[in-house]
Nanobody
Framework: QVHFVESGGGTVDPGASLRLSCAAS????????WGWFRQAPGKERTFVGA????????LIADSVKGRFTVSTDDAKDTMFLQMNNLEPGDTAVYLC???????????????????WGQGTLVTVSS
């Protein structure tokens, strides 16, 4: 099992940038793919981006492509979500999770991820 702790959320104006962090611990070497999802109040959890931390390959949702990027640090124990030009529609709790097996590739499907962190709230409002 992987344990994730998200941080970096806050309240920002439209057009601002934020970088979210997702610190990973536990059995990280049993996985390859970590993902960012978000959940707005009263709505389903949706895919934002994912990274295969072994290869560096990434996948970004069309809704945020060109504004958001996913990366990891050199130690491969923290995943980041760089969010630029934020919009009110980006307001949500942002969570990270892992695909549970080493051989699993990038995916946009929430049901294919486990070990969710507690999330960090991002509010975009003027």
């Amino acid at each position: 099992q992987v344990h994730f702790v998200e941080s970096g959320g806050g309240t920002v104006d439209p057009g601002a940038s934020l970088r979210l962090s997702c610190a990973a611990s536990g059995r990280t070497t049993t996985t390859s793919v970590w993902g960012w999802f978000r959940q707005a109040p009263g709505k389903e959890r949706t895919f934002v981006g994912a990274i295969n931390w072994r290869t560096g390959d990434t996948l970004i949702a069309d809704s945020v492509k060109g504004r958001f990027t996913v990366s990891t640090d050199d130690a491969k124990d923290t995943m980041f979500l760089q969010m630029n030009n934020l919009e009110p529609g980006d307001t949500a709790v942002y969570l990270c999770g892992a695909r549970p097996f080493l051989r699993y590739g990038l995916s946009t499907q929430v049901e294919e991820y486990t070990d969710w962190g507690q999330g960090t709230l991002v509010t975009v409002s003027s």
